[in-house]
């Protein structure tokens, strides 16, 4: 677990923002038959660690050096993957907080010997925490959206974390009354 308290040693000077396209990637990979789950199609696990790495990848580019996965929200499986296909993990940063980034991820997935256009078979938002070489939480640049898609990702990223937010406030304040009325004990 990282401790992510900040310490506040006074004012800071302004970090200059990056914009979107400069942490930007693609991780490309075939998948093979040690991928496979016992339906014989990929294993969700395979395509959730290529997202984590490709959305780190990010995190560590945006921030200018080491960030740790704090979160993954929303990961969702929209077709099966197989072996033999070529699949592109494409990320990019949609927002930034103090410390914290928003990666967002879509997964495609194409044939290996075919030219028929990739099609989307799953996405996820990850949420990483830049640290320094203690392992503390240290600032990152803000984000700076350059399309008209890259502002609408940086407003849904906000609208996520309100929900985070609110969902770990609510989870908290009901096991703080539980305690108190001496249950869960």
């Given at each position: 677990?990282?401790?992510?308290?900040?310490?506040?040693?006074?004012?800071?000077?302004?970090?200059?923002?990056?914009?979107?396209?400069?942490?930007?990637?693609?991780l490309?990979?075939?998948m093979?038959?040690?991928?496979?789950?016992?339906?014989?199609?990929?294993?969700?696990?395979?395509?959730?660690?290529?997202?984590?790495?490709?959305?780190?990848?990010?995190?560590?580019?945006?921030?200018?050096?080491?960030?740790?996965?704090?979160?993954?929200?929303?990961?969702?499986?929209?077709?099966?993957?197989?072996?033999?296909?070529?699949?592109?993990?494409?990320?990019?940063?949609?927002?930034?907080?103090?410390?914290?980034?928003?990666?967002?991820?879509?997964?495609?997935?194409?044939?290996?010997?075919?030219?028929?256009?990739?099609?989307?078979?799953?996405?996820?938002?990850?949420?990483?925490?830049?640290?320094?070489?203690?392992?503390?939480?240290?600032?990152?640049?803000p984000?700076?959206?350059?399309?008209?898609?890259?502002?609408?990702?940086?407003?849904?990223?906000?609208?996520?974390?309100?929900h985070?937010?609110?969902?770990?406030?609510?989870?908290?304040e009901?096991?703080?009354?539980?305690?108190?009325?001496?249950?869960?004990?």
């Open positions: 677990m990282v401790d992510m308290t900040i310490q506040d040693s006074g004012p800071e000077p302004e970090i200059p923002g990056k914009p979107t396209s400069a942490s930007r990637t693609t490309s990979h075939i093979t038959a040690s991928d496979t789950n016992l339906l014989g199609t990929v294993h969700g696990g395979v395509i959730m660690k290529l997202v984590d790495d490709a959305a780190g990848a990010v995190a560590g580019r945006h921030s200018g050096g080491p960030a740790v996965t704090a979160s993954m929200d929303e990961m969702a499986f929209l077709a099966p993957v197989r072996v033999g296909d070529l699949v592109h993990v494409r990320a990019q940063c949609n927002w930034t907080g103090r410390s914290s980034m928003e990666v967002g991820v879509r997964v495609l997935a194409e044939r290996w010997n075919e030219s028929t256009p990739a099609t989307q078979v799953g996405s996820a938002y990850l949420v990483f925490a830049a640290v320094d070489e203690d392992g503390k939480p240290r600032r990152v640049p984000v700076l959206p350059e399309t008209e898609k890259d502002k609408r990702r940086f407003q849904e990223a906000q609208i996520r974390r309100t985070r937010l609110a969902r770990r406030r609510a989870i908290m009901l096991r703080e009354q539980r305690a108190a009325d001496g249950l869960d004990g």
